[in-house]
């Protein structure tokens, strides 16, 4: 019969670097969602933002009209 415990290991090894490997890129593919969503919430906020001066200027406009 022959040792086959070599093989074993030398497999095993691998698994767990492809694992290690695989965890690790879906730790940066995380970090850029991250900053992808927060870099799109403050566009965000900046276009909300600047609708309000929008329509608080055309207010303002529309009550010195009268």
């Known amino acids: 019969m022959e040792d086959d415990s070599y093989e074993r290991d030398y497999y095993h090894d691998g698994d767990e670097g492809i694992e290690m490997e695989c965890q690790r890129q879906k730790s940066e593919v995380e970090m850029h969602i991250d900053v992808k969503r927060e870099a799109y919430d403050h ?3 900046m276009l909300l933002k600047r609708a309000y001066e929008i329509t608080s200027e055309q207010d ?3 009550s010195t009209e009268d």
Request: hydrophobic content about 15%; cysteine-free.
């Open 43 to 45: 566009y965000m906020d």
């Open 60 to 62: 303002d406009s529309e």
